[in-house]
């Protein structure tokens, strides 16, 4: 092969490019890639800061890479590598005395399916990964505003307003604290999230009451079918989402220990974390809304079914940061066939309350109350959570007692009224 041939060129650069990184990352604690900011505009190229100093020697070399390689990963996406060039055409290899330091600085634009939570994983290079939120803006709603640095900024509607923030004084929710004329309408703090993540409660609880010994558990999550490029956007599509909830009773104290009741419960909605409304009163304000079907799996006489059309607005009231009310209707119509349980609005009506109050890293009290059609039936389902790692650094999730007393606790019993069940347990999302 003549040495002047593509392949002999591609070749030598990448043994250039190879030979680089090795001398970087064999420097003494010199060399270092710099944290972008958290959102940066996924319509402009993709910028890395490379820092390079020398701390410990009289004077050390570098060689400064051309470009530098990484892998970029999003929710559901796999890795790709992309190359940054450097930006400067200056020299490639340089000598600094003790103290000194330079930063290069190298681009690249990032693929176009690459939005939301993205890491940034460095090849080749001792450099922690990096996850950020990409945004493509949507010029019809004007730029993206900026990210305000948190530990200088005032809690909203705290009691001292011009008191400043530190990082260990309480948890801190990106967005609460801006003024209400410069809400986005989806908050950081919302879209830097995965698209899978939790919907409703997830919890074990068991108890004995009135000589009853019984468990139940929930799992529930929400899937983000689409991705969008700009997280504010309020399409149907770009805020549409599939949701499983299942809900299990479990008999403890029967021979073989059977599960009483199980109901499934799939869903797909249209959901808007944060509309931008906020005032001196209402901190927030979220909606969804959507088809969800419920049934229990069995067929002949336990079978249960029914299918709804709901509407849920969320409405947050005070601090976010700190203790805070929450109240959340679920108004539900049903839809199609109720041959199975025909009477159930009788007994569950046609609206959910949910009320809460709580702060996010403390002690949180949640209620959900059901009155049925007919007088004398409902349900009333409560709930006092607080979280592990205040006990234990570094654990996940919050211990939770519960008490459930009314109709229908599942669907097979939505006619029956039980006696009030206590229990106690884990919840790992509230």
């Known amino acids: 092969m003549p040495p002047t041939s593509t392949s002999f060129r591609i070749l030598r650069r990448s043994l250039i490019a190879g030979a680089s990184l090795l001398l970087l990352q064999n420097a003494i604690a010199g060399v270092a890639l710099l944290q972008p900011g958290k959102r940066i505009d996924g319509t402009q190229p993709l910028q890395l800061t490379l820092l ?119 948890v801190i929710t990106p967005g609460a604290n801006a003024a209400a004329n410069a809400s986005a309408p989806a908050a950081l703090d919302l879209i830097n999230t995965s698209r899978l993540t939790f919907n409703e409660p997830m919890y074990f609880v068991a108890g004995n009451s009135g000589g009853n010994s019984n468990a139940k558990f929930q799992l529930s999550f929400k899937y983000r079918i689409f991705q969008p490029d700009d997280p504010r956007s309020h399409g149907l599509i770009d805020n549409l989402y599939f949701a499983y909830t299942q809900f299990s009773l479990w008999d403890l104290q029967s021979p073989s220990a059977p599960f009483r009741d199980t109901n499934y419960r799939p869903s797909l909605y249209y959901f808007l974390p944060d509309l931008g409304i906020q005032n001196g009163i209402l901190s927030r304000m979220a909606v969804a809304t959507g088809l969800e079907h419920e049934s229990n799996g069995r067929d002949g006489a336990q079978s249960r079914s029914i299918n709804m059309a709901f509407v849920r607005p969320t409405f947050s009231f005070g601090n976010l940061n700190d203790y805070h009310l929450r109240i959340s209707p679920k108004i539900y119509a049903y839809i199609g066939s109720r041959e199975d349980n025909p009477d159930i609005a009788r007994y569950r009506g046609n609206v959910d309350l949910n009320i809460a109050f709580g702060k996010p890293d403390g002690i949180e009290f949640s209620s959900t109350l059901r009155k049925g059609s007919a007088s004398n039936y409902g349900s009333i389902d409560s709930q006092l959570s607080y979280p592990v790692t205040k006990w234990l650094p570094g654990a996940a999730g919050y211990v939770m007692a519960s008490v459930f007393y009314g109709y229908g606790e599942s669907l097979l019993t939505y006619n029956q009224k039980l006696t009030p069940q206590f229990r106690i347990g884990y919840s790992l999302w509230r």
């Open 52 to 170: 390079v100093s020398d701390d410990n020697l009289p004077q050390q070399q570098y060689e400064i890479p051309k470009q530098l390689m990484v892998a970029v990963s999003a929710d559901m996406i796999p890795p790709q590598q992309i190359a940054l060039r450097r930006d400067d055409d200056g020299n490639d290899q340089i000598t600094l005395r003790k103290g000194e330091f330079r930063k290069y600085t190298y681009s690249a634009v990032l693929p176009p399916n690459m939005r939301g939570n993205v890491r940034i994983e460095p090849v080749g290079l001792d450099a922690a990964p990096m996850l950020l939120v990409v945004v493509r803006p949507d010029p019809a709603l004007g730029p993206l505003a900026p990210v305000p640095f948190m530990a200088d900024a005032p809690l909203a509607h705290s009691d001292s307003a011009a008191a400043p923030v530190t990082p260990a004084a309480s």
